[in-house]
Structure formats: structure tokens, C-alpha cells
């Protein structure tokens, strides 16, 4: 016995075929069929309290007048990507100053001010390795009859490894600025107490 070809319900048929491929492909662009697993999470950044702050002073003095510079990070931007093959974060972060020029600085001949100041970026779990702290230098102006700058700092770049036992979410970056021993035994002693 022969078979008839019905050339409609060939025609169904190809409809039929297009309108499932069609709504396959929409899910697919939708995400639907992509892997729900959350990204791995980045470290953690952190502002050191003690170090968030830098006040510069001419000589030994600490009075308000003796005050060259006084800086202090504001917060950060960046972003992260986690490539979990190679067990690396590759990391890039820019850091904000709010910077206050005192009374003690004396102008540049054109009137403006400059000060340099340093920060770091620091991995407390690569301790004691050189990678586990960089610090960098800055410098910030000062126009004329101008006191109190915010500072965006250049793109710092990071890469840290990471292992199954210590994930990307586990890490800790710290960002504070690069205190001498006097500047730090200042800051202990005129932070708040909460």
C-alpha cells in the first residue's frame, strides 16, 4: 500500500519544527538553559581603621597649625573576575583620597599647592611574601584658595591565587595609607572610640 504525501501536513510539519527551534533559541538567548550556579564571589576589601587616615605636621609639632597634609580614603571602585580553572582573581581597584592642605604648606610660586602622600594594598594572607604588600606613591594639587581636594587615584591591578581550601570569597585585600611610627601612635590616640 502506498503512503500519500499531503502536502499540508508536510507544511505543518516545517511549521511546527520552525516554532520549536525558534522559542528553543529565545530561551536559549534568555539564559534559561545557562548554568544557574552564582559566580564565585570576589575578596573582600577592606579599609584598615587605623591606617585610613594620614595627617602630615612641619617638624615635631602636632598642633592644627603645624599640619602640612591630611588625607584620608573615602572608599574605592573596581571590579573582579574569578577564572576558577586557573584559580586566579584578577583584580582592579582605584582608590578615592580626600585630601586637606594646612595651614603649615606654603604655596609654589604660580600659587598652587602640591603634596605627596603614600598608601598600600596589602594580602595579610601572603604575609611575609613581598606580594603580600605594595605601597604606592601619589601626588595631589592644590589650586589657588583651594584647601580640600577629592582624589581619584590611578588603576591598581591585582592578581591572586587562590585553592580549594582558601576560596576567592575568602580573600581579604586591605587598603590603608602608609603610616610612619608617629603617624600611626597620632591616629590611635585621636580616633573615636566606639
Not at 106 to 133: C, E, I, Q, S
Amino acid at each position: 500500500m502506498r503512503r500519500r504525501f499531503t502536502p499540508g501536513f508536510a507544511a505543518k510539519a516545517v511549521v511546527r519544527t520552525g516554532l520549536v527551534l525558534g522559542i528553543a533559541v529565545a530561551l536559549a538567548g534568555c539564559g534559561i538553559f545557562k548554568d544557574k550556579t552564582p559566580p564565585p564571589p570576589c575578596p573582600k576589601i577592606l579599609i584598615d581603621r587605623e591606617t585610613a587616615k594620614a595627617t602630615r605636621f612641619v617638624g615635631s609639632g602636632t598642633d592644627l597649625t603645624d599640619t602640612l597634609i591630611e588625607t584620608e580614603i573615602q572608599s574605592y571602585t573596581g571590579e573582579c573576575v574569578v577564572d576558577k580553572d586557573a584559580q586566579v582573581v584578577k583584580m582592579s581597584l582605584s582608590v578615592v583620597f580626600q585630601a586637606t592642605i594646612g595651614p603649615a604648606a606654603k604655596p609654589l610660586p604660580d600659587g598652587t599647592r602640591k603634596a605627596n602622600f603614600a598608601y598600600f594594598v596589602a594580602l595579610p594572607d601572603f604575609f611575609p611574601h613581598p606580594a603580600g604588600k605594595q605601597v604606592f606613591q601619589t601626588e595631589v594639587s592644590f589650586p589657588p584658595n583651594v584647601n580640600s581636594v577629592r582624589y581619584r587615584d590611578g588603576e591598581v591591578t591585582l592578581t591572586i591565587p587562590f585553592s580549594k581550601s582558601v576560596g576567592s570569597g575568602d580573600l581579604r585585600v586591605y587598603i590603608g595609607m602608609q603610616l610612619d611610627p608617629k603617624q600611626l601612635e597620632f591616629n590611635r590616640k585621636n580616633q573615636p572610640q566606639f
